[in-house]
C-alpha cells in the first residue's frame, strides 16, 4: 500500500521560503508511471493545484504560482520536495502532497491526470 | 485558466439518491473526477474517468458525464456519505483545475 507523509515547519514567516517534504512508502517514486504533486487547501476553502514533479525531475506548475515555486526530487530517498518563495499569509493553508496518474487514454486520446494517493496533509501557517 | 461549477451544498435523507453536478466549458474535451474529503481527512478518489470507480469504493457511488456537466451519483445515501465531494480535470497539459466543492449533508 502506497503511501506519503508530508513534513516540515509549520509555521513560516511573512516573506520567507516555506519547505515542505514528502516521503513515499509502499512503492518507487522512480516508477514511471506517476507524476508526484502538491495540492494546498486554504482554511474552510477548496482545493488548489500546485503542481509535479516527474521523477527524472521535469516539472509543470500551477501558472498563478510558478514564480515562486520550486520542486525537487531525491530518488535515493523516495521522496520530493516544495518550495514557496515570498510567502504572505495568503498562502496559510493544509499543504497535501499526492500521487499524480498522468497519461493519454488510448480510447479517447484524451489527458487523463487523477489523484489516487495523498498524504494526510500538514498545516502551514504564515505569521510573524 | 477555466473553471469548475459546483453547487456549495446538497441534503438528502438516509436511503435516497445523492446527484452532484459539475458545468465546465471544457468538460466536453476532458476526463472528470471526484474525491471525498470528511472532515480533518485528506481527499479520497471515488470515481475517474467520468465513470470508473476505484476499488474499495462502494458501488453505490457513480459517475456519468453529459456534455459541459458531469455528475456524481450517491444510490442509497448512508450517514458516512456525509462529506465535501470535489470535482477536478486537467487539460492536455496536465492543468489541473478542481471545482469549488459540494458539502453533502445527511439529513
Known amino acids: 500500500q502506497v503511501q506519503l507523509q508530508e513534513s516540515g515547519p509549520g509555521l513560516v514567516k511573512p516573506s520567507q521560503t516555506l519547505s515542505l517534504t514528502c516521503t513515499v512508502s509502499?512503492?518507487?517514486?522512480?516508477?514511471?508511471?506517476?507524476?508526484w504533486s502538491w495540492i494546498r487547501q486554504h482554511p474552510g476553502k477548496g482545493l488548489e493545484w500546485i503542481g509535479y514533479?516527474?521523477?527524472?525531475?521535469?516539472?509543470y506548475y500551477n501558472p498563478s504560482l510558478e514564480t515562486r515555486v520550486t520542486m525537487s526530487v531525491h530518488t535515493s530517498k523516495n521522496q520530493f520536495s516544495l518550495k514557496l518563495n515570498s510567502v504572505s499569509a495568503a498562502d496559510t493553508a493544509v499543504y497535501y502532497c499526492?500521487?499524480?496518474?498522468?497519461?493519454?487514454?488510448?480510447?479517447?486520446?484524451?489527458?487523463?491526470?487523477?489523484?489516487?494517493?495523498w498524504g494526510q496533509g500538514t498545516l502551514v501557517t504564515v505569521s510573524s | 485558466s477555466y473553471e469548475l461549477t459546483q453547487p456549495p451544498s446538497v441534503s438528502v435523507s438516509p436511503g435516497q439518491t445523492a446527484r452532484i453536478t459539475c458545468f465546465g466549458d471544457?468538460?466536453?474535451?476532458?476526463?472528470a473526477y471526484w474525491y471525498q474529503q470528511r472532515p480533518g481527512q485528506a481527499p479520497v478518489l471515488v470515481i475517474y474517468?467520468?465513470?470508473e470507480r476505484p476499488s474499495g469504493i462502494p458501488e453505490r457511488f457513480s459517475g456519468s458525464s453529459s456534455g459541459t456537466i458531469v455528475t456524481l451519483t450517491i444510490s442509497g445515501v448512508q450517514a458516512e456519505d456525509e462529506a465535501d465531494y470535489y470535482c477536478?480535470?486537467?487539460?492536455?497539459?496536465?492543468?489541473?483545475?478542481f471545482g469549488g466543492g459540494t458539502k453533502l449533508t445527511v439529513l
Open positions: 471544457a468538460l466536453p474535451n476532458q476526463r
Open positions: 474517468k467520468d465513470n
Open positions: 514533479i516527474y521523477y527524472s525531475g521535469s516539472t
Open positions: 509502499g512503492g518507487s517514486i522512480s516508477s514511471g508511471s506517476f507524476y
Open positions: 499526492a500521487r499524480g496518474l498522468l497519461r493519454v487514454d488510448l480510447e479517447s486520446t484524451m489527458t487523463l491526470y487523477y489523484f489516487d494517493y
Open positions: 477536478q480535470s486537467a487539460d492536455s497539459r496536465g492543468t489541473v483545475v
